[in-house]
């Protein structure tokens, strides 16, 4: 019976076998392998062929309907799946698990569930991201909110905690960590869709199984107790954790054996910075959203994708722990002294290339040839790098390579099995199993015996250009070119014609390839068993081997730190417990080192007495600048790098927060000026003493009068309930006189000239206040027409001649105010104690203490 034979349902066995396995994966696109081609039908058919450009055509009916089909060839699959995955697509390949037999549908099945959280492939990755995929879940008896992301290759397990109040953390996490997918509840009234949505985040809903015995038992057998009962006690870890398991169960199952840790924390554990902070100081992504001149890019110089990863992991958190802090200074410090050893060591990482994901695929027994060979070389070279840091004490280094672990006897398996001959076909070398190599020599004789009936056709016919070939569509043949038709025997069966020659086959032929096709398959059958046997052996060092990676990682981002640090002259910063940010000479590290030269370096003195900078000076005079580079230095610095500058003290910021720049949300439909409060609503209802506040231009997205007073109430609020350091840059002049009423509010200027030529930017911070905001020399220089240039100044003298008095500002007596919230804050606690009351069972007494107790 054919594939196209008609079943008793009226569809073909094909179509009866594809309906089965459509119906279990109904929400992705199914390439269903026919022979050589992948095939999809249906809708499938016509999603793809739109997406991707491929013919649509039609084969046979359902339903009286023609069934559309579009197919890609088996060989060019990968072209295509990349293609798909980009788009956004989730893909079921479903396979032939068996060759061909007459009279019988072939077996098929799915092996391989790709959606964006669970791609293995390295060609489907990008090199320097994390992947993940995270689960969302808040149960309704549980205070907490939990976010698990897992990366399938690293085996990594993240468990981030947020209080039901910190909705806002849980979007800066979001962000930070940029999942590929994440899934929650199927639950209609999930009220987190939307805001999943909105960030751009591919969203899978999970409809959980409720037996819960198989994942109680994968909790036993992957965690130890104490982490089984930290999951098991809080409700919303737990559901979040079976979600993620309920989904990898059906799509990716063998990731499920990955996971042996669960690493917990919290956001505010690391340095805190909302998403606006992220995206104003280019962290990861330029403002147009290319990594190209990013502080990741400037700072990534790892030799292997896996560090880059750890480095742009740190700097998105950098850490808040003064020994932690320390201990990756000190590692830089050490590289940058003795920068021999640091080539030597950068030398030995070029034939490492990312082993994190290659144990991963490992694991996963996906391996591919060459990813055993990479394991191999990685082997050989780890000895060597063990002893360029032997003689190093610092305790991150030393744990660092106490972890990178023996591998003799693994690397002995590798070298005598795996063949690392690219020009060769076989996957295990010869001498490595005895039946495997007696089967090899037997076809090696097979392909002896071709030649000799070459040799002996070429006699008999007396055709001396005879040649017997081979290819995969026709197997063997006899080739004759057509002058010596003449010649040919009456034996040979013709069975092609070609311009200028002629295919033929003999029973002798036919019965010779008959004989190698079965020695080959035996071939590939045992050694196909020798390798998966290989590949098993292997996968028992995976826990080891990932201490492995992690320690090449971390000590590849760590020489990388050095290299940019040594190349560009920084310095290490001193850290310490109080407020104060000393910057001497700092410069913007992203903007100096593309200037290469002419760069203004600037100095900070962010203390007791100066506790909050006014900014003040014109447009394009560096203020913008000078700001993001503050904030900057003190992102590097916890993230473990040195800094551009010539010295600095800096503290153990708990909170960075900046505001710098204007842009409509208008997907949401907020403006300009709703966003900037926003933005400054969350700068002031979070920070705190240990916090850098940075803020630019607030105010500006409203009226004159109406923006001046938000302004000026912001400083007040920063200044005296904050009490955090904070860089106030602006074009409201008024607000200098703030410096007069309060003793740590300091003004500050970028200094500028003008001559001849026009306005000249010196870029140099100063104290005082800038003469003027110098915008008709800006727009002058912009190119607006002269004569509008000379209307624009009449009205700035006419403006000028006004009472200045009527744009005045009288500080607000914030000290009221914040005595006001206070006594508004015990009402409510009192109020909130008499509705708890049940005054039915009071006695006389225990009415008098509740009464005194209120008093």
């Known amino acids: 019976m054919s594939d196209t034979k008609k079943g008793k349902s009226g569809l073909t066995p094909l179509m009866q076998q594809y309906f089965e396995i459509r119906d279990q994966y109904a929400d992705t696109l199914l390439l269903f392998q026919v022979g050589d081609f992948y095939e999809l039908f249906f809708d499938d058919a016509k999603r793809a062929a739109a997406f991707l450009g491929i013919a649509l055509t039609k084969r046979g009916t359902h339903n009286g309907e ?199 924390y919290r956001p505010e554990q690391y340095l805190v910075m909302d998403s606006a902070t992220q995206r104003n100081l280019e962290l990861t992504q330029n403002l147009q959203g290319s990594v190209e001149n990013s502080l990741f890019a400037l700072l990534d110089e790892a030799m292997t994708p896996m560090g880059s990863r750890v480095i742009k992991q740190w700097v998105l958190r950098p850490l808040r722990t003064e020994g932690l802090i320390k201990n990756r200074h000190d590692c830089v410090e050490y590289f940058v002294h003795n920068i021999a050893t640091l080539q030597q060591l950068k030398e030995q990482f070029e034939s490492i290339s990312d082993l994190e994901r290659v144990i991963g695929r490992m694991a996963l027994l996906r391996g591919q040839q060459h990813d055993y060979v990479m394991l191999m070389r990685v082997l050989e070279v780890l000895p060597a790098i063990k002893t360029i840091l032997s003689s190093v004490e610092l305790p991150l280094m030393k744990k660092l390579c106490d972890r990178l672990g023996e591998y003799h006897t693994l690397h002995q398996l590798l070298v005598a099995s795996i063949n690392d001959d690219r020009s060769h076909e076989w996957l295990i070398k010869k001498g490595f199993d005895q039946q495997l190599d007696q089967l090899r020599d037997l076809l090696m004789h097979g392909n002896d015996k071709i030649l000799e009936l070459e040799k002996k056709e070429q006699s008999q016919s007396k055709i001396n250009s005879l040649k017997i070939r081979y290819n995969q569509v026709q197997g063997y043949y006899i080739e004759v070119t057509k002058p010596n038709l003449s010649l040919v025997p009456d034996y040979f069966i013709q069975t092609q014609t070609l311009v200028g020659k002629v295919r033929f086959t003999t029973t002798e032929l036919k019965s010779l390839e008959a004989d190698l096709y079965k020695a080959k398959r035996e071939v590939q059958q045992v050694e196909q068993m020798v390798y998966e046997r290989v590949k098993q052996d292997v996968a028992e060092y995976i826990t080891q081997l990932r201490k492995t990676a992690f320690s090449l990682a971390h000590l590849d981002a760590l020489a990388s730190l050095a290299q940019v640090s040594y190349d560009r002259g920084y310095v290490r910063p001193t850290m310490h417990s109080s407020q104060d940010i000393i910057i001497t000479q700092g410069k913007h590290p992203l903007v100096s080192h593309s200037m290469k030269t002419g760069f203004v370096p600037n100095d900070t003195q962010l203390t007791d007495d100066e506790q909050l900078w006014i900014i003040t000076g014109p447009n394009m005079g560096g203020k913008s600048t000078y700001l993001r580079q503050v904030a900057l230095m003190c992102v590097m610095a916890q993230l473990g790098s040195f800094i551009p500058a010539k010295s600095a003290q800096l503290p153990f910021l708990d909170k960075l927060f900046t505001r710098i720049g204007a842009s409509d949300n208008l997907t949401d439909g907020k403006s300009t000026f709703l966003v900037e409060m926003e933005e400054t609503a969350s700068i002031c209802n979070r920070a705190t003493q240990n916090s850098l506040v940075i803020l630019d231009e607030v105010g500006r997205g409203t009226s004159t009068f109406d923006g001046l007073a938000i302004a000026h109430a912001v400083v007040e609020y920063i200044y005296k309930r904050l009490n955090a350091r904070c860089l106030f840059a602006t074009h409201y002049h008024e607000l200098t006189l703030l410096a007069e009423e309060f003793k740590g509010i300091v003004c500050y200027h970028a200094t500028s000239q003008r001559t001849a030529q026009g306005i000249v930017f010196l870029h140099q911070m100063v104290r005082g206040i800038a003469d003027g905001s110098f915008g008709l020399d800006v727009a002058k220089l912009a190119g607006l027409p002269e004569s509008l240039i000379e209307r624009a100044k009449v009205v700035l003298d006419q403006l000028d001649k006004q009472e200045k008095a009527s744009i005045g500002v009288q500080s607000a007596d914030i000290d009221k105010i914040m005595q006001l919230e206070s006594e508004l804050d015990q009402a409510r606690k009192r109020l909130a104690l008499l509705d708890s009351v049940n005054y039915d069972d009071l006695s006389p007494k225990k009415a008098f203490d509740f009464l005194w107790e209120l008093k």
């Open 66 to 264: 023609p069934i559309a089909l579009c197919g890609v060839p088996l060989h060019a699959l990968e072209h295509y799946l990349i293609k798909l995955v980009n788009g956004g697509f989730r893909i079921a390949i479903c396979d032939q698990l068996e060759p061909p037999k007459p009279g019988s549908i072939v077996k098929r099945g799915v092996t391989q569930v790709l959606t964006p959280g669970t791609l293995t492939d390295s060609r489907l990755l990008p090199d320097k991201s994390s992947a993940y995929l995270s689960s969302f879940f808040s149960h309704k008896d549980s205070q907490d909110l939990i976010l698990i992301s897992s990366d399938l290759l690293s085996g990594q397990l993240l468990v981030t905690v947020f209080e039901p109040e910190q909705e806002r953390f849980l979007e800066e996490e979001v962000v930070r960590l940029s999942p590929a997918e994440i899934l929650l509840a199927d639950n209609k009234n999930n009220k987190f869709q939307q805001l999943f949505l909105r960030l751009g985040v591919s969203i899978s809903l999970v409809k959980n199984s409720e037996d819960f015995n198989e994942f109680e038992q994968w909790l036993s057998e992957q965690f130890v107790e104490e982490q089984r009962k930290k999951i098991t006690m809080n409700k919303s870890a737990y559901g979040a954790l079976f979600q993620l398991y309920s989904y990898l169960s059906f799509n990716q199952p063998n990731a499920l054996k990955l996971f042996q840790q669960i690493q917990w």
